[in-house]
């Protein structure tokens, strides 16, 4: 039900910054978390950041903690990804997607996935 919309990605140097867009279109985003994971070519899709919808509570890989913040805007319909201080290690195809289940970081339990974008770390 609904589709969501990624944007934002594109080509930067190692410790630059870029900000992520997550656009719903026919779907709410109130009564779910809201996550973003990444793929490279030939590994599987893993989780980066969430943010619980209803309480804003947000939580994050690792590798991302204290470089990267995710945040909502519910009059826009919209969950950004903030990423700085970008390494080489952060080049992947970024996606969104919506679960009904708080705190999860398998791709397996969210749905509505977006097409993706691009983001690219240079050295």
């Known amino acids: 039900q609904g589709q969501l919309v990624e944007s934002g990605g594109g080509l930067v140097q190692a410790g630059g910054s870029l900000r992520l867009a997550c656009a719903a279109s026919?779907?709410?985003?109130?009564?779910?978390?809201v996550a973003w994971f990444r793929q490279t070519p030939g590994k599987e899709r893993v989780f980066v950041a969430a943010?619980?919808?209803?309480?804003?509570?947000?939580y994050y890989e690792d590798s991302v903690k204290g470089r990267f913040t995710i945040s909502r805007d519910n009059a826009k319909k919209t969950v950004y990804l903030q990423m700085n201080n970008l390494k080489p290690e952060d080049t992947a195809a970024y996606y969104c997607?919506?679960?009904?289940?708080?705190?999860?970081?398998?791709?397996?339990?969210?749905?509505?996935w977006g097409q993706g974008t691009q983001v690219t770390v240079s050295s």
């Open positions: 026919g779907l709410t985003f109130s009564s779910y978390t």
């Open positions: 943010v619980i919808w209803t309480s804003g509570f947000t």
């Open positions: 997607a919506a679960s009904l289940l708080a705190y999860s970081k398998s791709a397996d339990d969210f749905g509505s």
